[in-house]
């Protein structure tokens, strides 16, 4: 069993930067691929950004690419999520996600999942 906790969230101006912090339990954390979802009202969840379990490779959503860095630090057990040049249509929820496989990109494919921590971009 893994627990996620993420922290970081807030409401911010259009421009701005956050980073987002995901603390995991457990001693296995480097056999999780890692994710970060988010869900806006009324939408549905989906993909942000992913990195696979030794952090060599990750992947994002286009409307993130260049704007977003995923990265983790095994030793600590912990994922980040830095945004930067947030703009109002970020606003959601953000979710941390873990599976044990190489990748995880899905909804449907999520093993774990965090309580989620709020953002909001105003205009």
């Known amino acids: 069993q893994v627990q996620l906790v993420e922290s970081g969230g807030g409401l911010v101006q259009a421009g701005d930067s956050l980073r987002l912090s995901c603390a995991a339990s457990g001693r296995t954390f480097n056999i999780y691929a890692m994710a970060w979802f988010r869900q806006a009202p009324g939408k549905e969840r989906e993909f942000v950004a992913g990195?696979?379990?030794?952090?060599?490779?990750?992947y994002y959503l286009d409307s993130v690419k260049g704007r977003f860095t995923i990265s983790r630090d095994n030793a600590k057990n912990t994922v980040y999520l830095q945004m930067n040049s947030l703009k109002p249509e970020d606003t959601a929820v953000y979710y941390c996600?873990?599976?044990?496989?190489?990748?995880?990109?899905?909804?449907?494919?999520?093993?774990?999942w965090g309580q989620g921590t709020q953002v909001t971009v105003s205009s």
């Open positions: 996600a873990a599976k044990r496989s190489i990748v995880v990109r899905t909804p449907n494919n999520v093993e774990y």
């Open positions: 990195i696979t379990q030794s952090g060599s490779s990750t």
